[in-house]
């Protein structure tokens, strides 16, 4: 049955059901070729704003002696180019996010088996209570479906990527949907799958419930002509297959926080918003070359990002998809 609003334009769908009204059209369409917003870095919004711990290696060089040696002059700055996302799971979920990046991190010197998520510090939330919200979430949501991407993981060992892949398991229970050559939203509620999870680790083989890691397309550039321009270059030589991420996320350089210290990486941004999104405008989902599927952004709920990823599916519903391999 078509949904009684499938008429009204995409962009104007209730955020938190949208997957649920799309037209009847879209609903055998392999997800790998709509357009679907995502999170970039997911779980900031609740970092430690008490942690003490060394400033994780995936930062700068300098950024980490700086911290190591004035922690209480360069805390501050880390915490404001550290958030990405202002709004909790739930709030990012209700706005039409159905892509999550979750790095997920053991704390230093932490004797239990906590596990939390991290971008230069780590959060005050554990892994398994925001998994049990999404879980809350999904009930009351049951023809949504999220992508979970579990990545950049920082001091786990082999027992606790076992004990994660036993948590995710325990939480999600059947609305996990195992690996498989097509998905599609119809596919997916008939088998009542909401969950695909995306594991970044060798683990992932030995667990048809986990799917191999999906790409994300990092430009690596601090500037939003620099990062168009980029993945117009990547575009030229086709997609991924499957499932592929595109980050519109632009990479905050020590350089540029020294010389801004008044200003934070939502500053930044927000004021890249209107070009990168007039960009994303012009993508065209569904075809094998030089198209897009899942498309990140930073602070994704204070701007126009979701429903505008999500109004390019009305191009797919006069075209022809072609089938997954």
Known sequence: MTSAISQVPLSELPMDNWMGNLPSALWDTPLCYMAIPGSHNAITYCLDKNDRSPVDLTQPDMLQKLDKYMKPIIRPFVYKWAIAQESCIREQLDCGVRYCDLRIAHRPNDSS????????????????????????????????????SFSHFLDLNQELHTLLVS????????????????????????????????????IANWHRELWLHIPYWWANKCKAEALIEEFERRKQNGRPGGFFVTGINLTEDLKYICSHPTE????????????????????????????????????????????????????????TIIPEP
């Not at 991290?118 to 479906?145: A, Q, S």
């Not at 498309?295 to 519903?317: H, K, R, Y």
């Open 113 to 148: 088996n906590d596990l939390y998520f991290y971008h230069g510090v780590y959060t005050t939330m554990t892994v398994e209570k925001v998994l049990k919200e999404i879980r809350e979430w999904l009930d009351v949501h049951p023809k949504e479906v999220v992508i979970l």
């Open 167 to 202: 948590t995710i398991k325990s939480v999600f229970d059947s609305k996990l949907c195992p690996r498989m050559e097509r998905v599609t939203l119809q596919t997916l509620w008939s088998q009542g799958h909401q969950v695909i999870v995306s594991y970044e680790d060798n």
């Open 264 to 319: 934070s990486l939502k500053d930044v941004v927000m004021s890249t918003y209107p070009m990168l999104l007039s960009w994303v405008k012009q993508q065209q989902p569904g075809s094998n070359t030089g198209s897009l599927n899942i498309i990140a952004g930073d602070f994704v709920t204070g701007s126009q990002f979701i429903p505008t990823v999500i109004a390019l599916n009305e191009n797919l519903l006069n075209r």
